[in-house]
């Protein structure tokens, strides 16, 4: 097969043959410093690099330019994000699917997990619940089912999950995680509202994933490596990758990835919105040892340190599948969105378990409350933000990009996470995290670079404590 990253098909500009050449070109070359450090010279202009230039660093094994690197992911983060962190929370819709993935405790084998799916009021209640945490952005999960999760079922889930508001709460954006499907269906995905479009690679490599895959429609690798192009075609021009660590050799996977997005930004002008970096979990019937490429947390860290450098622009998502430590080192390296508080069973916000049923996709390492998370990250000096205004303001795709390469950030995203902090401040903290954020809002006023902002913001955040709402740029 070659090579063609414009290609619309999934084998060409997944090339499984250049990905091979990227891993023998890093193989020859992992000792050449000269030659690292002319790539990390171009990825100190943060305009990213190629595939095979990002797997070098990688493979890097040099301790000085290692460490180099390190504080390159750091710097480049600062550079673009700030120290603003995005929280969001998954709401498990259904988890009944088709599917045979062996990794995953929902194939339709299982007989062990408790199916469930929320009607449309069980949804209202976890919602409720979700909003009286504070919670602003959801990422809507569910397994693959046309008859029980059909495309109108998911739709319906988001209007209803946008109409409910209860006390000051509000969903503001609403992520969607479903299995690739067609043009059409994301058309009215987008029709409905929804912010990001996520979709899991799980791995890049089409011979393990058949293997991996065996049954039922995402089986297909092509239909699935192609499903970011059908979004886009779609009119969703914010779309997330991710692959599941520990399926493949992650040096495979980081390739395939990073070509992925290359391929998007050719094909339609932006990469991806974001890219998750999800790790194997254990789960009802599933052992994670029995996987072969288990990554330890050290490889894991440079992985997300490289991703910073190769794609700049490109958010990055941890979930609680990961451990405090895990997620603290994880938000020095590059990542700007994280997960808080948490469940991954369906309706376990407003219903925890029982002990007899389990319908949960795998086990949570962070079990903290979101005030918890807030107060954590703000006493790292990170702002916590619940902001969703980018895509309510049509700031997605590119516009989003621009943005962000203009540096703009510091006058657009940082007062309105200061301002979507305050009124997680004023109600749903506890009197310490109160006190914590108030100091720390008033500090980071100053770093609002426009004069005219920061009064505005001043203004604002006096009208939120008299009860307004929902202020952004
Ligand atoms: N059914 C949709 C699909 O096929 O893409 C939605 C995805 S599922 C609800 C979300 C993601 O969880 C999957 O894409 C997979 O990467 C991840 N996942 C599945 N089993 C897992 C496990 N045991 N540990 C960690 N993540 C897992």
Redesign the pocket.
């Known amino acids: 097969m070659v090579y063609n990253i414009k290609s619309a098909k999934a084998e060409e500009f997944i090339c499984h043959e250049e990905i091979l050449d990227s891993l023998a070109y890093a193989d020859a070359n992992k000792d050449n410093l000269e030659l690292i450090d002319k790539i990390i010279e171009k990825a100190k202009q943060r305009k990213g690099l190629l595939h095979r230039e990002a797997l070098l660093l990688l493979d890097c094994k040099d301790e000085k330019r290692n460490q180099e690197i390190f504080t390159l992911a750091e710097q480049i983060k600062k550079d673009f994000y700030g120290n603003r962190i995005v929280l969001f929370a998954p709401l498990?819709l259904s988890n009944y699917?088709v599917?045979g993935?062996v990794?995953?405790?929902?194939h339709a084998k299982n007989q062990k997990i408790t199916r469930k799916k929320m009607s449309q009021g069980e949804i209202r209640q976890e919602v409720i619940a979700l909003q009286d945490m504070g919670h602003k952005r959801l990422a809507l999960?569910?397994?693959?089912d046309p008859i029980n999760n059909p495309i109108e079922y998911i739709l319906e889930s988001i209007k209803t999950i946008y109409s409910i508001q209860h006390k000051n709460g509000a969903i503001r954006r609403v992520n969607v995680?479903?299995?690739?499907t067609t043009v059409d269906n994301y058309r009215k995905l987008k029709d409905a509202g929804i912010g990001t479009y996520i979709?899991?690679q799980?791995t890049y490599n089409k011979e393990s994933y058949e293997k991996l895959h065996p049954t039922g429609p995402?089986h297909n690798y092509c239909w699935h490596t192609e499903a970011m192009d059908r979004a886009m075609e779609g009119g969703i021009d914010d779309v997330g990758l991710?692959v599941?660590y520990g399926l493949e050799s992650y040096r495979y996977e980081f390739v395939g990835q990073l070509m992925h997005a290359e391929h998007l930004e050719a094909v339609f002008g932006v990469g991806p919105h974001t890219i998750s970096v999800?790790?194997?979990?254990?789960?009802e019937g599933?052992d994670?040892n029995s996987f072969d490429n288990g990554v330890d947390d050290d490889t894991f860290a440079k992985i997300i340190a490289c991703i910073r450098i190769a794609v700049p622009y490109t958010g990055m998502i941890i979930s609680t599948?990961e451990s405090p430590k895990v997620r603290e080192r994880a938000l020095h390296l590059g990542v700007s969105q994280i997960s808080g508080a948490s469940k991954t069973s369906v309706g376990g916000y407003a219903n925890p378990e029982p002990e007899d049923e389990n319908s949960a996709?795998?086990d949570i390492s962070d079990n903290r409350t979101l005030d918890e998370i807030i107060y954590w990250l703000m006493k790292m000096g990170y702002v916590p933000s619940f902001c969703t205004a980018c895509y309510r303001e049509g700031r997605t795709g590119d516009r989003f990009m621009e943005l962000c390469k203009s540096k703009q950030i510091q006058n657009c995203c940082h007062p309105n996470a200061l301002m979507t902090l305050k009124e997680y401040l004023v109600d749903y903290a506890s009197a310490a995290t109160k006190e914590l954020g108030q100091a720390l809002i008033a500090s980071e006023l100053g770093s609002v670079p426009q004069e005219k902002v920061r009064e505005i913001v001043q203004k604002h955040l006096g009208e939120i404590e008299k009860g307004k709402r929902d202020f952004y740029f």
């Open positions: 498990y699917c599917n993935c990794y995953c405790p929902y999960e569910a397994g693959e995680n479903i299995a690739a979709l899991f799980e995402k991710g599941l999800p790790r194997i979990k254990k789960a599933i994670p599948r996709q795998f």
